[in-house]
């Protein structure tokens, strides 16, 4: 059984006061105790600190929005991974779509970045997703396919740690959902993918992410999908009790 995955991706909103008292919100809807699926916010980096310590005692988890592959060194502006271990991440959000289309990460970054973050211990949360152009075109398996098999290549048993989240670029932000079956279809796909890069059983074990305009309306009937193992939240994230209502969902 794979334990659903709801994280909330801010991108880039909310000082670190305003992330605070957000995750006081997040904490008051859900409460502290143990929580029905595995749930974390991603601020942005200046944030972080912040979070950490505005989630300390609450079982939420906290992650990054990306970082740098190379260890510390002249990297002007770059964050690198044992920086966020340092402030109490543990996990990461690789190769948004946001990151591939305005700052040019290539599947080849993504898989530097992927093995980097699992090498300090950090949980990888890798994003692929076909563009409206790509999905009118018929393109969407072989774009998914390859972002999935060049940004996952070679990292051996570690594969089983990575969260994949399958974000058509169509729907982030756009108010315009996969439908259910849309979204299964692709992620289907992705598993089958994963058990040829690993095996089988990897692959049956592999947490599969959908995000795009998920809202407490539609989450709970795309997180009942087969393959569908939580979401990746970005606006709706942004407040409390929409939070709350799609990890709810996620039940
Ligand atoms: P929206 O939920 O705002 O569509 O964003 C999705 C997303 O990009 C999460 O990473």
């Given at each position: 059984?794979?334990?659903?995955?709801?994280?909330?991706?801010?991108?880039?909103?909310?000082?670190?006061?305003?992330g605070a008292a957000l995750i006081a919100g997040i904490r008051k809807e859900l409460g502290d105790g143990k929580l029905p699926v595995e749930?974390?916010?991603?601020?942005?980096?200046?944030?972080?600190d912040a979070a950490a310590k505005a989630l300390a005692g609450s079982k939420i988890g906290l992650g990054a929005q990306n970082m740098h592959f190379e260890a510390p060194g002249a990297f002007t502006g770059e964050v690198c991974a044992e920086m966020?271990?340092?402030?109490?991440?543990?996990?990461?959000?690789?190769?948004h779509s946001e990151r591939r289309t305005f700052f040019g990460e290539t599947d080849a970054i993504v898989n530097r970045?992927?093995?980097?973050?699992?090498?300090?211990?950090?949980?990888?949360?890798?994003?692929?997703?076909e563009t409206l152009a790509e999905r009118e075109a018929n393109k969407t398996e072989k774009v998914v396919t390859t972002q999935v098999r060049d940004s996952l290549a070679g990292l051996g048993a570690d594969l089983a740690k990575v969260v994949v989240a399958y974000e058509p670029?169509?729907?982030?932000?756009?108010?315009?959902?996969?439908?259910?079956?849309?979204?299964?279809?692709?992620h289907a796909l992705i598993r089958r993918v994963l058990a040829v890069i690993s095996d089988g059983?990897?692959?049956t074990g592999i947490r599969i992410q959908y995000g795009g305009s998920m809202k407490p309306e539609n989450a709970k009937e795309l997180m009942s999908q087969p393959d569908i193992d939580g979401g990746l939240i970005g606006g709706a994230a942004l407040k409390a009790d929409a939070f709350a209502a799609i990890v709810r969902g996620a039940l």
């Open positions: 059984m794979r334990t659903k995955i709801v994280a909330g991706n801010w991108k880039m909103n909310k000082t670190s006061a305003e749930v974390v916010v991603c601020p942005p980096f200046t944030g972080l966020l271990k340092a402030l109490c991440v543990q996990y990461v959000i690789l190769g970045k992927t093995k980097m973050a699992l090498a300090a211990g950090l949980t990888p949360i890798v994003c692929v997703g670029v169509w729907a982030i932000g756009t108010g315009k959902t996969a439908s259910p079956a849309q979204a299964q279809e692709v059983q990897t692959a």
